[in-house]
């Protein structure tokens, strides 16, 4: 996909009413897209990244009533079909000239529409369409041009947090642009003409790519080879932009709440979820440098793992774990594909090396310290489950050729930053000196 999808979207069955909104949009020079509704339907593409949503109140049956609950229904019904999960935070503004609905509105999709899914507005506003256009023609009224566009750049500017989430958004598209600009730069000079220009700026990409992961390995994943070499310098831009001192006092205002009241092990988990692993549907691979996967379930057996790992199931759980004896059934069996970055990047051959770990719910019961061989995860929350943490051993390895695991079912993905915690972890106790000394 190469256009992105819009992020000010207006829905409106009224075609004069919609364009008096994208009028201003265009004034503000903001791109916005205007959805002239369907009874059909909606295209779901074109709400894939929205994070203001312009609504009409009456998309259907303009007969007055006294019960808006039919719209107010239909209206949740559009939310639930339409609002990626992927797409991000969004603001629901009520473009109506029924300004007395909107708290009902309020009230019926706090109840509709469940608190963790994605189709639940950040924030409701309204936006009176009679007091800025002709209701009947559309056409916006008197001396009111000006006061609709800032009431549009209010209804966004007013929630200080989407205000800062959207600047962010805009600063890592400026990033990326500058990255882009710098990488164009790589092309000579007498190469820069347009016959020549896809050619030479082809060459570029194919050092760069050969350079992050080896010229042999390229052709296997081309995009993941430039990523890994331009993903760095993006990152560098984002973190190092100038800060307009509007953008700063936006983001003071956005992160203003109480950073210390203390989260349930749910919520913990929710936002160590984000920060720190990748989960379907993302795709991942049992041979994915991070990858945590299930241990087969032929495997979790006293034999099996005396003979793979020199260990039982209860020695596992009660002498390496710690674990009270009756806690053992509340613990999955895992394994972490581990092993350096570099020998990932470029395919290497040879066995792949995987750490046992069990996922251990919070609140499990223990007879002592955990031994200094275990390295210990954030609580983590994974599909609504109960809250974890990832409890890896680094004396238990595992080394398996890739066609060995083909059959084997991922969970999920740590993260760069956690898997270096715990490579660093594994590597640091492996490696660790002993002497004789007597004192």
């Given at each position: 996909m190469?256009?992105t999808?819009?992020?000010?979207v207006?829905?409106?069955d009224d075609?004069?009413?919609?364009?008096?909104?994208?009028?201003?949009f265009?004034e503000l020079?903001t791109p916005c897209?205007g959805?002239?509704?369907?009874?059909?339907?909606?295209d779901k593409a074109?709400f894939e990244g929205?994070?203001a949503l312009?609504l009409?109140?009456?998309?259907?049956?303009h007969?007055p009533?006294?019960?808006?609950?039919?719209?107010?229904?239909?209206i949740a019904?559009?939310?639930?079909?339409?609002?990626?999960?992927?797409?991000?935070?969004?603001v629901?503004?009520?473009?109506t000239a029924?300004?007395?609905s909107v708290?009902?509105l309020?009230t019926?999709?706090d109840?509709?529409i469940?608190?963790?899914?994605?189709a639940?507005?950040l924030?409701?506003v309204s936006?009176?369409?009679?007091q800025?256009?002709?209701?009947?023609?559309g056409?916006?009224l008197?001396?009111?041009a000006?006061?609709?566009?800032?009431a549009?750049?209010a209804t966004?500017e007013?929630?200080?947090?989407l205000?800062?989430?959207?600047?962010?958004?805009a600063?890592?598209?400026?990033?990326a642009s500058?990255?882009?600009?710098t990488l164009?730069?790589l092309?000579?000079?007498?190469?820069q003409h347009?016959?020549?220009f896809?050619?030479?700026?082809g060459g570029?990409l194919?050092r760069?790519a050969?350079?992050?992961?080896?010229e042999?390995h390229?052709?296997?994943?081309?995009?993941?080879?430039?990523t890994s070499?331009?993903a760095?310098?993006l990152a560098?831009r984002?973190?190092n932009?100038r800060?307009?001192?509007?953008a700063?006092?936006?983001?003071k205002?956005?992160?203003?709440g109480?950073?210390?009241?203390?989260?349930d092990p749910?919520s913990?988990?929710k936002?160590?979820?984000m920060?720190?692993?990748?989960v379907?549907p993302e795709?991942i691979k049992?041979i994915?440098?991070?990858?945590?996967?299930?241990?087969?379930d032929a495997w979790?057996?006293?034999?099996?793992?005396?003979?793979?790992?020199?260990?039982?199931?209860?020695?596992?759980l009660?002498?390496?774990?710690?674990?009270?004896k009756e806690?053992?059934?509340?613990?999955?069996?895992?394994?972490?594909r581990?092993?350096a970055a570099?020998?990932?990047a470029?395919?290497?051959p040879?066995?792949?090396t995987y750490?046992?770990?069990l996922?251990v719910p919070?609140?499990?019961?223990?007879?002592g310290?955990?031994?200094a061989?275990?390295w210990?995860?954030?609580t983590l929350a994974?599909n609504?489950?109960d809250?974890?943490?990832?409890?890896v051993n680094?004396?238990?390895a595992?080394?398996m050729?890739?066609a060995?695991?083909e059959?084997?079912q991922s969970?999920?993905?740590?993260r760069?930053?956690?898997?270096?915690q715990?490579i660093?972890?594994?590597?640091?106790?492996l490696?660790?000196?002993?002497?004789v000394?007597?004192r």
């Amino acid at each position: 996909m190469i256009f992105t999808s819009p992020r000010f979207v207006v829905v409106d069955d009224d075609s004069r009413h919609l364009n008096a909104i994208l009028n201003v949009f265009q004034e503000l020079g903001t791109p916005c897209l205007g959805v002239t509704y369907q009874p059909e339907g909606l295209d779901k593409a074109n709400f894939e990244g929205v994070r203001a949503l312009f609504l009409d109140l009456h998309l259907i049956d303009h007969t007055p009533t006294t019960d808006d609950k039919q719209h107010f229904a239909h209206i949740a019904g559009l939310l639930q079909d339409n609002i990626s999960r992927s797409g991000g935070p969004f603001v629901l503004v009520v473009w109506t000239a029924h300004e007395q609905s909107v708290e009902p509105l309020k009230t019926y999709l706090d109840e509709a529409i469940d608190e963790a899914s994605p189709a639940r507005p950040l924030a409701i506003v309204s936006l009176p369409k009679d007091q800025f256009i002709n209701v009947g023609t559309g056409g916006v009224l008197a001396d009111k041009a000006r006061d609709l566009r800032d009431a549009v750049a209010a209804t966004i500017e007013d929630i200080p947090q989407l205000a800062a989430l959207l600047s962010w958004e805009a600063d890592v598209q400026a990033a990326a642009s500058e990255t882009l600009a710098t990488l164009m730069e790589l092309v000579p000079d007498e190469g820069q003409h347009s016959a020549e220009f896809a050619d030479r700026l082809g060459g570029v990409l194919a050092r760069l790519a050969g350079a992050a992961v080896g010229e042999p390995h390229v052709a296997a994943d081309p995009r993941a080879a430039i990523t890994s070499a331009l993903a760095p310098i993006l990152a560098d831009r984002i973190v190092n932009q100038r800060e307009s001192e509007a953008a700063s006092d936006v983001w003071k205002s956005a992160v203003a709440g109480n950073s210390e009241t203390a989260l349930d092990p749910m919520s913990l988990g929710k936002v160590n979820r984000m920060l720190h692993i990748a989960v379907p549907p993302e795709t991942i691979k049992p041979i994915d440098w991070g990858a945590v996967v299930k241990l087969p379930d032929a495997w979790w057996t006293d034999e099996k793992m005396k003979k793979r790992f020199d260990v039982t199931r209860c020695e596992l759980l009660e002498q390496e774990h710690m674990l009270r004896k009756e806690e053992g059934e509340r613990c999955r069996p895992r394994l972490v594909r581990i092993g350096a970055a570099c020998d990932h990047a470029q395919n290497r051959p040879g066995p792949l090396t995987y750490l046992l770990a069990l996922e251990v719910p919070v609140g499990c019961r223990r007879k002592g310290k955990l031994p200094a061989s275990v390295w210990s995860s954030p609580t983590l929350a994974v599909n609504e489950d109960d809250p974890f943490v990832l409890e890896v051993n680094a004396r238990y390895a595992l080394n398996m050729v890739k066609a060995c695991t083909e059959e084997w079912q991922s969970v999920y993905r740590l993260r760069e930053q956690l898997l270096m915690q715990l490579i660093a972890h594994a590597g640091s106790y492996l490696t660790r000196p002993g002497i004789v000394s007597l004192r």
